[in-house]
């Protein structure tokens, strides 16, 4: 036998990690570190002995290879390309949300694991239950340990010490230098009060607690917010000292040319936002005037110095202008408009146009404080020869931010472009960390295929679309999480269905008996829910038997809405949600052969669901609101319509079917539902 090469040797570690429970989800966000990355990721395979563990790389649109070097030489890790920067913080929610393990450990790619950083890490808080987060120690590009990796959190005085050249004067005094921790040598193992974001582990529990993190800045300041969040939920963090790697300190970023940025964002906005956000307006002011004064004092002794520069050496020069800049960019910031200066900063690193800070830290917190694990989902897709449609379909599936996803993707023996729309769909999924199934299957009708679909899901909730329809934005299933959590009662949630790019509901997308502008932007309890879009959940749906297969389309989403209510459940209208739906055109023959299936099924579902008489009853009411309809409004012969009623007892006594009535109490309550949707607003 061969000997194997390095990635043969990463592809097959890859498969033996993938088929072991998972305990720690390594977290690396890259962006142009095509230098780095490869050494990154050799270092962790070659030092972690003792966990099993994934790997997930989060590629913010890097243009110097990155993805196709991790593709190519580590086929066991994760990648996934967003296509675009997303700044750190939302690139790392992403990877969080696609995680398995029971530890979490964030790791930038210009970092080096000296030792089995992970072990240690994970044994540390295995041994520590009070443990919210653990770091190792560092050591710089020259082997030197690192110092301000860890340090106490921000604090008016410690910045009036430090923009003033006091902490730099007296390094080792507990009163100037304390946000340094002056006396303590890195060489033993400390509770602190903040970590470099560089190297962190997390149990998930706790980030299931204390949520995401916040995206307001793309990087430096979601290590001190979560820091803080972990010392507020009443857990320590803790520096490991006999984990330790070497960190390159900012290679990444230091390719950029415009370091002013980033000095800036580091030592200035993040800050900024921190004192902002825990300690209010007032010291986020001070802070801003400190930063000013400090910074004119600094630029003043500094310029004075420049002026004995041919006495100076070399090196002395090098780091009064590396000072100066650092002094000028704060001034730069101090006096410039906090929201321009973000805005710059998405400009210069093509941070995604629809990056949208804080507002998603609030909603995709919500997704993981869940008791247990994060829900995922799994968006189920039927097809046939609508290789356009699904197109677009597949499009808007792709663009959603919420992780874990899968797609089941079921076509009926499509003989148009749709199998070459579903590769070329499912690649572009994959590479954005969504997993996808692909279904062939005969032409089962929709209540069947839907069902076998079921069988290949995974998610804990079941979110339907038909291919005509698109999603209304990238954000669009994280409400879904919300609404399935404050109310473990709701079965099954109907989403709000557009006319194609209207603001108009669509017409066939009705869930109660009143006129549309009514009820369409309120969220509440229903009878039904409309098959065009809508999530259940995977155990409910299962429990009550799926879709009925003898309809192949058409009044199968009122007889599943009857099971379900007859069990206690509910049917929430969710607004949140929203997908458009471009249907196509029918011909006058087209709505005939709608109606009439719509009749055949509907007596079908009355006599299967309802109480004898009460069935009766309601074919009865049925029949005749169907045919004053056919009269009156879309002025069509009723003969083809009433032709549903010997054809639906000729169905039912050939196919053999069989009753199975709801009770009468849950018959009143579907029925009083029709009238009084009960406003939910809680969600």
């Not at 998603?360 to 995922?376: D, H, Q, V």
Request: aromatic share 10%.
């Amino acid at each position: 036998m061969g000997k194997l090469d390095q990635a043969d040797h990463k592809a097959i570690q890859g498969r033996i990690m993938s088929d072991r429970p998972v305990n720690v989800s390594i977290i690396i966000v890259s962006w142009n570190c095509s230098r780095y990355i490869c050494d990154c990721l050799n270092s962790i395979y070659d030092h972690t002995r003792n966990n099993t563990f994934e790997i997930i790389v989060i590629d913010n649109g890097s243009s110097d290879g990155t993805p196709d070097l991790v593709r190519n030489r580590f086929p066991g890790v994760r990648l996934v390309e967003t296509g675009a920067n997303l700044g750190f913080a939302r690139a790392t929610n992403t990877g969080i949300r696609m995680s398995h393990g029971d530890y979490l450990f964030f790791l930038n790619p210009d970092t080096l694991l000296k030792s089995d950083v992970i072990s240690e890490l994970v044994l540390f808080l295995e041994t520590h239950p009070d443990g919210g987060v653990a770091g190792p120690g560092m050591r710089g590009r020259d082997n030197s340990i690192t110092f301000l990796n860890v340090r106490e959190l921000p604090s008016l005085s410690g910045t009036f010490f430090t923009q003033f050249g006091l902490r730099k004067l007296f390094p080792h005094s507990s009163l100037f230098a304390r946000e340094a921790i002056p006396g303590w040598d890195r060489q033993s193992d400390r509770e602190v009060s903040f970590i470099s974001g560089a190297a962190l582990m997390f149990p998930r529990p706790v980030l299931q607690e204390i949520g995401l993190l916040d995206e307001q800045l793309p990087m430096y300041f979601e290590d001190l917010d979560i820091c803080k969040r972990v010392r507020e939920s009443g857990r320590k963090i803790y520096y490991v000292s006999s984990a330790t790697l070497q960190h390159m300190e900012g290679m990444c970023s230091d390719l950029s040319p415009v370091k002013s940025l980033l000095y800036a964002m580091e030592l200035g906005h993040a800050q900024w936002l921190f004192f902002k956000k825990y300690q209010g307006d007032i010291k986020a002011s001070i802070f801003v005037f400190v930063i000013f004064s400090g910074s004119i004092l600094r630029l003043a002794l500094l310029t004075t110095l420049r002026l004995f520069k041919p006495f100076l050496g070399r090196d002395a020069n090098a780091r009064i202008r590396l000072c100066m800049a650092k002094s000028l960019s704060l001034l730069c910031w101090s006096v410039a408009g906090k929201n321009s200066f973000r805005e710059n900063i998405a400009k210069y690193f093509a941070i995604e146009p629809n990056y949208n800070g804080g507002n998603a830290f609030r909603e995709e917190r919500l997704s993981l404080t869940t008791s247990g694990p994060i829900m995922k989902i799994s968006v189920l897709v039927h097809n046939i020869n609508r290789d356009s449609a699904l197109d677009r379909c597949l499009s808007s599936i792709a663009a959603l931010t919420y992780r874990p996803l899968e797609v089941v993707i079921l076509d009926a023996g499509s003989t148009d472009n749709s199998q070459n729309v579903i590769d070329s769909a499912a690649t572009l999924m994959r590479q954005k960390g969504i997993d996808v199934t692909f279904v062939s299957c005969p032409l089962l009708g929709v209540a069947a295929s839907r069902n076998l679909a079921v069988r290949y899901a995974s998610g804990e909730l079941l979110c339907f679309i038909d291919n005509d329809a698109v999603f209304a934005g990238p954000d669009s299933l994280q409400p879904l999480v919300r609404a399935f959590t404050a109310d473990q009662q709701i079965a099954l949630a109907s989403f709000r269905i557009l006319h194609r790019d209207s603001s108009e509901v669509d017409p066939s997308a009705w869930v109660y008996r009143r006129p549309r502008e009514t009820w369409s932007d309120r969220t509440f309890m229903t009878f039904t829910f409309t098959g065009g879009g809508f999530c259940t959940r995977a155990a409910v749906f299962r429990e009550a038997g799926g879709f009925w297969n003898h309809l192949r389309y058409s009044r199968e989403e009122e007889e599943l809405a009857m099971a379900l209510i007859d069990k206690g459940w509910k049917i929430q209208y969710l607004p949140a949600v929203t997908i458009r739906h471009f249907p196509e055109s029918k011909g006058r023959s087209g709505i005939a052969e709608r109606r009439h299936v719509e009749l055949l099924n509907g007596i079908l579902v009355l006599w299967k669901r309802f109480p004898i008489v009460l069935a009766v009853l309601g074919i009865g009411a049925r029949i005749c609101t169907m045919t004053l309809k056919t009269l009156v409004s879309e002025k069509h012969p009723v003969r083809d319509l009433l032709r549903a009623v010997p054809e639906a007892a000729r169905q039912w006594r050939d196919a053999g079917l069989t009753r199975e009535p709801i009770s009468l109490r849950a018959t009143v309550k579907y029925t009083l539902l029709h009238f009084q949707g009960r406003s939910n607003e809680t969600v």
